[in-house]
């Protein structure tokens, strides 16, 4: 059960990292940023300057 937890995990990252392809890189780089800090909210405010 853990590891299946952990499965899925990783595959929601990787997902997100292939989502972010289609980003512009200013806000490649706020999810890096976001990624780091493991705030993986949708903040309306996250990419503002």
């Known amino acids: 059960m ?3 937890c952990r499965t899925n995990r990783y595959l ?3 997902s ?3 989502a972010e392809v289609k980003f512009t890189e200013v806000e490649q ?3 890096v940023l976001a990624k780091n800090d ?3 909210s949708l903040s309306p405010n ?3 300057p």
């Open 12 to 14: 929601y990252i990787d």
């Open 16 to 18: 997100l990292l292939d």
């Open 29 to 31: 780089q706020g999810l």
């Open 46 to 48: 996250r990419f503002s």
């Open 2 to 4: 853990v590891e299946a």
């Open 38 to 40: 493991s705030a993986l």
